[in-house]
């Protein structure tokens, strides 16, 4: 063989092999599933917190980690199919977030793939987890808790208007923790002598609707339940708000934020942000049955004193007291 013939022989192969050695490499980068009952929209804050979990463990999207988005735009009914779509890609982890329903779904579509969840229920009594401690076979997460704080956004709103005789409760009953949020604020109601007109709402117009009942039967106040559907109609909730000149309070800071009278609850881009973290130790080899269940320990009270001035309310000294931020 010639030499020249031999080196454009040898040259070739070499070059023929680059774009296979770079798949190769390409190859190695991990792809972590994301599903979300939500829309990516309203969910860029707590998506960020996800990011700086990952961040903290060493992964940077696009950099040594890609991040597949599932979005179910508020339809639960899509969860399974996305995330048999996540398990059929052979993603290396399913990070779950917005409520059980998505934890659910991918619990169901497979027992190999490590699952991370942010759920604001229960995660044992819904059967997520065997136990907050040792959670078990190949799912754990961050437990937000945010059934648990139903009863103290009622009493901050009988706080505002002490006199009201009855308070709006507004649920999507499509909700996986529908029924306990309805037996929390019950039993609130219950202590405090308050009457509740319960509204259900699983569409836009079923939310005016709502509104229109509430504002009807006299309610002072309106209670809006965790729902991630819900929260992504915050624009829509604060808009009605505003128009039936009514004080509401949610649970997520991105609601005051946006206009909402009041918000109590726990950090949601804190809580993704130990997901993140969950999801970075996993990459580094640690099982998720090893790692307990965590359980949210940073509580926001915020307040928008610019809703209060338009609603014509004027908040007592005690509530602005206990007060984490307010928005003036």
Sequence with gaps: MRRREFITLVG????ASWPLAGRAQQSTIPVLGFLHVGSAEPTANAVAGFRQGLRETGYVDGQNVTID???????????????????????????????????????????????????????VAGGLVASLNRPGANITGVSLMFSDTVAKRLGLLHELVPKASVMGVLVNPDYADVDLQLKQVREAACALNQELEVEKARTGPEIGTAFENVIRRGAAGMLVANDPFLASQRNYIVALATRHAIPVIYE????????VLMSYG????????????????????EKPADLPVV??????FIINLQTAKALGFK??????????????
């Design 12 to 15: 070739g192969a070499a070059a």
């Design 69 to 123: 988005f599932r979005w179910a735009e508020g339809r639960y009914d899509r969860l399974p199919a996305l995330a048999a779509d996540l398990v059929r890609r052979q993603v290396a982890i399913i990070f779950a977030a917005g409520g059980s329903a998505p934890a659910q779904a991918a619990k169901a579509a497979t027992d190999k793939i490590p699952i991370v969840f942010s759920s604001g229920g229960d995660p």
């Design 252 to 259: 997520q800071r991105e609601y005051t934020m946006a206009g």
């Design 266 to 285: 726990p950090s949601l881009v804190d809580a993704l942000r130990q997901g993140g973290i969950y999801v970075g130790r996993i990459l580094k080899g």
């Design 295 to 300: 359980q949210s320990s940073k509580f926001d």
């Design 315 to 328: 908040i007592p000294p005690g509530i602005l007291a206990i007060a984490d931020e307010v928005i003036e």
